[in-house]
């Protein structure tokens, strides 16, 4: 059975800063592609960042860019979102996702989400 639990989500203020973990069992993890999605409330899920199987290439949402960064580390099957900056705009549910054969850049074809987990940022 795959699992991907994230972890890392909580409150913080404007200008502040997160950093997202998930954890990944179930499955060779250096062969999967990993990204980070983020839902919020009413509105559909987006993606965020992806990051290649070994962590050569990466790719962020415009939203993101230069705030936040994805990068991963295969010994120990977990993918990161270090999350500086951050904005009220940024609050949403955090998802895991994984897709085995091309890089994360879009929901589609992902094989496997994780449970989310909640990051808000107060004003």
């Known amino acids: 059975q795959v699992l991907l639990v994230e972890s890392g989500g909580g409150l913080v203020q404007a200008g502040g800063s997160l950093r997202l973990s998930c954890s990944a069992s179930?499955?060779?993890?250096?062969?999967?592609?990993m990204g980070w999605f983020r839902q919020a409330p009413g509105k559909e899920r987006e993606f965020v960042a992806g990051?290649?199987?070994?962590?050569?290439?990466?790719g962020y949402a415009d939203s993101v860019k230069g705030r936040f960064t994805i990068s991963r580390d295969n010994a120990e099957k977990t993918v990161y979102l270090q999350m500086n900056s951050l904005k009220p705009e940024d609050t949403a549910a955090y998802y895991c996702a994984a897709r085995e054969w091309t890089i994360v850049t879009s929901a589609a074809g992902i094989d496997y989400w994780g449970q989310g987990t909640q990051v808000t940022v107060s004003a």
């Open positions: 990051i290649s199987r070994s962590g050569s290439s990466t």
């Open positions: 179930g499955l060779t993890f250096s062969r999967w592609h």
